[in-house]
């Protein structure tokens, strides 16, 4: 089955750069996204097609791809930024969506 | 405005039938592919299945393949998960999501309804 790789967790001071990786086979010949999770709320995108930004989603948050590894960052990370992000994709060979296991970003 | 409102979570023991519902509002439902996400207590998110627009194509996650079924009203701007057989590791926030098309994300999400699998 196919799998997406993220790093468990990743720290940042306020003010920083935050870059949180996630790697999977051939992924840079899919689209991959991102979405940011506050405790206790709902998934929310914030990166789509690789390194679109939804409206609404602040300018700070970046998406890029190199490879077979895709980046999400943010720069000028905030107290409000602390949150788990989660990768995606699709896989067609499976029919399956995939999400990474998950990123949690701690701002300290 | 956007609104997903899922409903239908409960305790359920093993083995038992749960029926979600997830009511759409806010667009056109009829035009837009639908998912269910879940995630367990402390994990992270796993996806469970999803829908054409037109409900003639399905998938599901290995996981539940089989035990769970996907369906859609369009008439009813309305998704639901019949889930059968459940098991404890069922046990999770059940997220329905809306999918633009072309495999590319899930631009909105529900707050989530919480089934809980045990005896």
């Known amino acids: 089955s196919y799998e997406l790789t993220q790093p468990p967790s990743v720290s940042v001071s306020p003010g920083q750069t935050a870059s949180i990786t996630c790697s999977g086979d051939n992924l840079g010949d899919k689209y991959a996204c991102w979405y940011q999770q506050r405790p206790g709320q709902s998934p929310v995108l914030v990166i789509y097609q690789d390194n679109k930004r939804p409206s609404g989603i602040p300018e700070r948050f970046s998406g890029s791809i190199s490879g077979n590894t895709a980046t999400l960052t943010i720069s000028g990370t905030q107290a409000m930024d602390e949150a788990d992000y989660y990768c995606q994709a699709w896989d067609s060979i499976t029919a399956h969506w995939v999400f990474g296991g998950g990123t949690k970003l701690t701002v300290l | ?119």
């Open chain 2, 1 to 119: 405005e956007v609104q997903l409102v899922e409903s239908g979570g409960g305790l359920v023991q093993p083995g038992g039938s749960l029926r979600l519902s997830c009511a759409a509002s806010g667009f056109m439902f009829s035009n837009y592919d639908m998912n269910w996400v879940r995630q367990a207590p402390g994990k992270g998110l796993e996806w469970v299945s999803y829908i054409s627009s037109s409900g003639i194509t399905i998938y599901y996650a290995d996981s539940v393949r089989g035990r769970f079924t996907i369906s859609r009203d369009n008439a009813k701007n309305s998704l639901f998960l019949q889930m059968n057989s459940l098991r404890a590791e069922d046990t999770a926030v059940y997220y329905c999501a809306r999918d633009p098309g072309g495999w590319l994300h899930f631009d909105y999400w529900g707050q989530g309804a919480l089934v809980t699998v045990s005896s």
